[in-house]
T-cell receptor
């Protein structure tokens, strides 16, 4: 079956620190992979996505590379800001059914 | 301007009541979804509709009944509310049910509290 596993949070960093949030997946086919971000009190917003192996998704200084050999899609940012504080969800979509599988979310707290 | 909107934003009600949450999208998408997010932020799909037809129905109590009057609307009706129904409910939409690369666009959520 399909599933997504994310590192547990919360992750607390100081401003300008380097961020990595780990995400691994299990899929029966060749899914597309996504990172969504949820700011406090809001819905989920797409942060970035990758549709095939070795693709790199990037947005707002965040990036993630679709690694088929390690079934991973780790989220990275070189220098986080206080405004990046949010919950980050890794997700995959199942071919043909447009069914999304979300990870459990990782809360990021960035301190000034 | 809002792409996916939900009403109400907050809903507080007593056990045993029946309530509805409405969702509308103005993106012209074919597919709409309902998700439940629990207190630990875990997000689980409940239903998916494509052009007013049910295509995903996860293991959800039959007290939950989605209704899609047209492809721009997907409402969620809940009968006989229970304490365990307290959660944030998110509506979402996407363009193509056949495609696996489509982005889902989420509404702002409805926080349901059952007392």
């Amino acid at each position: 079956g399909n599933s997504v596993t994310q590192m547990e949070g919360p992750v607390t960093l100081s401003e300008e620190a380097f961020l990595t949030i780990n995400c691994t997946y299990t899929a029966t086919g060749y899914p597309s992979l996504f990172w969504y971000v949820q700011y406090p009190g809001e819905g989920l917003q797409l942060l970035l996505k990758a549709t095939k192996a070795d693709d790199k998704g990037s947005n707002k200084g965040f990036e993630a590379t679709y690694r088929k050999e390690t079934t991973s899609f780790h989220l990275e940012k070189g220098s986080v800001q206080v405004s990046d504080s949010a919950v980050y969800f890794c997700a995959l979509s199942d071919h043909g059914f447009n069914k999304f599988y979300f990870g459990s979310g990782t809360k990021l707290n960035v301190k000034p | 301007d809002t792409a996916v909107s939900q009403t109400p934003k907050y809903l507080v009600t007593q056990m045993g009541n029946d309530k509805s949450i409405k969702c509308e999208q103005n993106l012209g998408h074919d597919t709409m979804y309902w998700y439940k997010q629990d207190s630990k932020k875990f997000l689980k799909i409940m239903f998916s509709y494509n052009n007013k037809e049910l295509i995903i129905n996860e293991t959800v109590p039959n007290r939950f009944s989605p209704k899609s009057p047209d492809k721009a609307h997907l409402n969620l009706h809940i009968n006989s509310l229970e304490l365990g129904d307290s959660a944030v409910y998110f509506c979402a939409s996407s363009q193509d049910p056949e495609g696996s690369t489509d982005t889902q666009y989420f509404g702002p959520g409805t926080r349901l509290t059952v007392l």
